[in-house]
């Protein structure tokens, strides 16, 4: 192990230094139980993920995620990690690049696509309809899995104009989604999804928790936490819940659990996540796979602030290894953590910063910094009393404010209003600035004979016309 | 003689109409009165300028003082100096209803005063302030004596008594397109845009260029002033000056410097161009703008050390725009702006923080002893910029600075009665709408936009806001498109 410690130092470094994600510690899943969850190409980017994050897990993830390669047909990924492990464990048999799979691999896929193409202009040929759906659903099914999304997700769309039931619209859709969702393009796949969710489809709750849990990623994706967490919060688990979900190719309902579980924790008060989390019987199943989420909710909601940090703190490491809460975590967590303090602060008219700091800075780091912060983005309507320490709450004073800006109101428009008028007065008197030069150019050019003579009111020639006569 | 110089005007309230035929008639009667017997006049023009008021008699007076300035030196009795002093008795008391008919011997005067040709700048300065403000209390019209008052007082240094004229925002100019005249010059109610006209002869002819350097000078009173607000609402309108495509004069873009300058020590932040300015021009603005745009957006940005580095990178450009000391009022104004920024953050601090957390805009340093700190606070509550109070705590002697919380409780009278003067000056504004209104609706487009309207209400065809569109239509097929059948 000795031996393999200055690779992954190297490895980790080099990660620093392009700004990703380093997770210093051991989270708390187990990765083979953590992978079990998942099916398709998402194992693969998961593993590869937390190799390139967590320094714990890293040798062991890439490993798995060297074998997840090698057991589908994209070249291209298992060089990806290669280039990993080559740094992180040089001395691993891992550590060797198979050149003989690569040509093997290269060489079939060829193969394929070169066969499915021709199987897909017999079939145009023929001009069956369904002939030609199902070929052009191979020909994207091979090129997804060999990871040449552009093409895959051009061959989906072309079954487009084949398909003829509600199912088969539907599952076009889906497969646009799931290459999308790969490609990260979120516009694509929230397109996508209307088309789907559009019609009616046989099986409806299935449908209904894919397109909520890949409503949510999408938005949570472009950063629309509140739209997401409301999707999350819609899907209906039902009676029969299973674990093993339709989704599992995207995400696992562990997951679902924790994003809705977050996002509502950061966008909602504390009502509202009564309501929508705790009480809601539907979303229910899925919160109790991740119980301390559910804990963290009701910490929050019974005002026990520092209790809810302390639990979203411990399982940090965790969620800084999911794909796709990785980028927003430190900012939803920042959102948790300034909602906590302005809750705590809410029933007091004056607060000393020495209880705030022991609620929410055990570490003893500086609290004021971070209040300043709040204060200044308007999260916490309150100011600091540095003599007293203590923080003084800004009792809103509705009439004042009212008054305020009545008297404002009116005076920016009447300001507003004689500005205009002044501009249309010095227009009617003639007085615009116009450009000299453009008229002695377009008199250059010959443009004298224009017929079109303009007088003002007192009779004499306007402007442009005295310089173009 | 007497009667006929003290006929006008008449005893008792009497109508415009009358007023009107009296006034002209009386003109007439002076003229030729002067013109007719001079030679018998003349003698007595010392007793008449005692006896007729100039502030009830006013055309007569003026045709006193007229014909006087205008007689050869050694047959006029009364000597220069008395009759500077009736002149300015006369400026300063005159009846501005009945000088609106004699507008033009009026504009002679009070240009002989521009010139100087009566008294000395200072004074001068003082005067014709005041008789602006005579003529139209309102200064809704900017007139020819405006540009040349800005520029006497600028020249002179007598800025102070400008103020009153220059702090009443003009709206109108002489000479604007379909501008109506009253039925009646004396019209008391009518808009000062009505009468003060060349026709009438109260005001000379005014360019793009006078009117932008009368708002530029302005901008510059009020800067030297150290009117901060009011010096960016005045270069800020010449900077908007309405332009057709954008192209700007060399005015408008030293205007433009300034505004930001300006803009920069009166509201603390960068100014925003409004919505109304061509686009073409607000780019333009920023090519030939761009050392005090980016002094600007440091400004903005807080950091004192940026804002310093950024000040001395340009330093040159400040001293060929003739900027440098404008530029040295925005270093200046950058701590005061940080403490202002404090009291959105605390409510007490002690100065050794705000120490700590300002810093000087002039030195890119924090201010090194607490007592600068003081002195600066002090000067800024006294300045009135600031709402706070400095202490000393009783325990270890500290001092410290409390925000007091902005603008003041209105009680429902005090709210009120601003209420109340909010509500005057929009109907004041409601008037000067209503004059605009008027103008426009004179414009021949427009009366001929009326009658065609006029003429398609008489066909019956009224019920057709979509301007024609139902008729046109016949089916609307999804397939095909619109089908027209016209």
Not at chain 1, 98 to 106: C, E, F, K, N, P
Not at chain 1, 199 to 217: F, M, N, R, T
Not at chain 2, 171 to 188: E, H, R, T
Request: negative net charge.
């Amino acid at each position: 192990m000795a031996a393999v410690r200055p690779g992954l130092e190297a490895f980790f470094d080099q990660i620093r230094l392009r700004g990703g994600t380093v997770v210093e510690e051991t989270p708390k899943f187990d990765l083979e139980l953590y992978i079990q969850s998942y099916t398709g190409r998402t194992r693969f980017e998961r593993l590869l993920t937390i190799g390139r994050c967590c320094i714990p897990l890293c040798l062991e993830a890439l490993k798995a995620a060297v074998a997840e390669a090698k057991r589908g047909n994209d070249v291209g990924r298992y060089k990806e990690v290669y280039e990993c492990i080559r740094i992180a464990a040089p001395s691993s048999p891992e550590g060797l690049f198979d050149q003989a799979w690569v040509d093997r691999v290269t060489r079939e896929n060829r193969a394929q696509t070169h066969r499915l193409e021709v199987q897909l202009k017999g079939y145009k040929n023929n001009l069956v309809k369904e002939s030609i759906r199902m070929g052009n659903e191979d020909l994207g099914r091979h090129f997804e899995s060999i990871g040449e999304l552009a093409s895959a997700s051009e061959a989906y769309s072309r079954m487009r104009p084949d398909v003829s039931t509600s199912k088969q619209i539907e599952d076009v859709g889906k497969h646009l989604i799931d290459v999308a969702l790969q490609q990260r393009d979120w516009p694509m796949v929230l397109g996508s999804l209307a088309k789907i969710t559009s019609i009616p489809s046989e099986d409806h709750k299935a449908l209904q928790q894919y397109s909520k849990v890949v409503h949510g990623i999408a938005f949570m994706s472009l950063e629309q936490y509140r739209n997401a967490a409301t999707a999350f919060l819609q899907i209906n688990a039902g009676k029969h819940f299973k674990a093993t979900a339709d989704y599992s190719h995207i995400a696992s309902p562990n997951d679902v659990a924790v994003y809705g579980g977050l996002l509502a924790l950061a966008t909602m008060d504390r009502q509202e996540l009564q309501i929508h989390v705790l009480d809601n019987q539907n979303f229910r199943p899925i919160l109790e796979l991740e119980s301390h989420i559910r804990k963290a909710i009701s910490h929050f909601v019974n005002g026990r602030y520092s209790a809810c940090l302390a639990i979203l703190e411990s399982y940090k490491p965790d969620y800084l290894l999911d794909i796709y809460l990785q980028e927003h975590l430190p900012r939803i967590y920042s959102t948790i953590r300034r909602k906590c303090i302005v809750e705590y602060c809410r029933p007091f008219s004056r607060i000393t910063i020495g209880s705030l700091r022991e609620a929410f800075c055990p570490a003893g780091e500086p609290i004021i910094p971070e209040l300043v912060n709040m204060i200044r983005s308007g999260v916490l309507k309150a100011r600091i009393d540095n003599i007293d320490e203590v923080l003084v709450a800004m009792n809103s004073n509705p009439r004042k404010a009212m008054q305020a800006m009545t008297l404002e109101r009116t005076r920016l428009y009447e300001k507003e209003a004689m500005e205009r008028i002044r501009r249309m007065s010095l227009v009617a008197a003639n007085m615009e600035v116009k450009n000299a030069k453009k008229l002695t150019a377009a008199q250059r050019a010959g443009q004298e004979e224009v017929t079109d003579t303009w007088f003002d009111n007192s009779g004499d020639p306007m402007a442009t016309v005295e310089s173009q006569a | 003689m007497d009667q006929v110089l003290l006929a006008f005007p008449p005893d008792g309230e009497i109508s415009d109409k009358t007023y009107d035929t009296e006034v002209k008639k009386h003109i007439n009667r002076v003229e030729s009165l002067f013109r007719e017997q001079t030679s018998v006049v003349l003698p007595a023009t010392p007793q008449l300028l005692e006896l007729v008021n100039p502030s009830v008699n006013s055309i007569s007076f003026l045709a006193i003082i007229n014909t006087l300035k205008h007689a050869d030196n050694s047959t006029v009795p009364v000597s220069r100096s008395e009759l500077t002093k009736h002149a300015l008795r006369f400026l300063q008391s005159f009846d501005a209803r009945q000088i609106r008919y004699v507008g033009e011997s009026f504009l002679h005067l009070v240009r002989e005063v521009i010139d100087l040709k009566w008294i000395p700048g200072p004074q001068a300065v003082q005067v014709l302030a005041a008789v602006i403000l005579r003529l139209d209390s309102t200064g809704q019209v900017l007139t020819s004596t405006h540009c040349s008052l800005a520029e006497l007082a600028f020249e002179s240094g007598q800025l102070a008594p400008v103020l009153p004229v220059i702090e009443k925002p003009y709206v109108f100019v002489p000479a604007m397109a379909d501008q109506s005249a009253p039925q009646y010059l004396c019209d008391l109610s009518a808009s000062p845009a009505s009468y003060i006209s060349h026709k009438t002869g109260l005001t000379g002819k005014l360019t793009k260029d006078m009117v932008m350097h009368y708002d530029y000078l302005c901008g510059r009173i009020f800067s030297s002033l150290r009117k901060w607000d009011e010096a960016h609402a005045a270069f800020g309108r010449v900077v908007t000056f309405p332009t057709s495509d954008g192209t700007l004069t060399q005015t408008m873009i030293d205007a433009y410097k300034k505004w930001m300058l300006t803009g920069n020590i009166a509201l603390g932040r960068r100014p925003e161009l409004p919505p109304y300015v061509h686009p073409t021009a607000s780019r333009n603005y920023g090519v030939m703008g761009k050392p005090y745009l980016d002094l600007a957006t440091v400004f903005a940005s807080g950091s004192a050390p940026d804002l310093r580095s950024e000040a001395e990178k340009s330093a040159k450009t400040w001293e060929e725009d003739g900027n440098f000391d404008l530029v040295k009022e925005v270093l200046a104004a950058a701590q005061k702006w940080a403490i202002m920024d404090l009291s959105n953050l605390y409510t007490r601090l002690s100065l050794n923080l705000v120490r700590e957390l300002t810093k000087s805009g002039q030195t890119g340093e924090s201010l090194a002893t607490e007592q600068e700190v003081e002195d600066l606070i002090r000067g800024m509550i006294e300045s009135g910029m600031l709402r706070a109070t400095l202490t000393q705590q009783h325990s270890d002697g500290t001092k410290c600075l409390a925000f007091l919380s902005r603008g003041e409780d209105l009680s429902e009278e005090e709210f009120a009665s601003k209420m109340k003067g909010s509500v005057d000056s929009l109907k004041a504004l409601g008037h000067t709408v209503e004059t605009t209104n008027l103008r426009l609706t004179m414009n021949k487009d427009y009366a001929k936009h009326v009658l065609r309207d006029q003429k398609r209400q008489e066909k019956g065809d009224t019920n057709d806001p979509g301007i024609g569109f139902e008729q046109s239509i016949e089916d609307e097929d999804l397939m095909t498109g619109i089908m027209h059948t016209m």
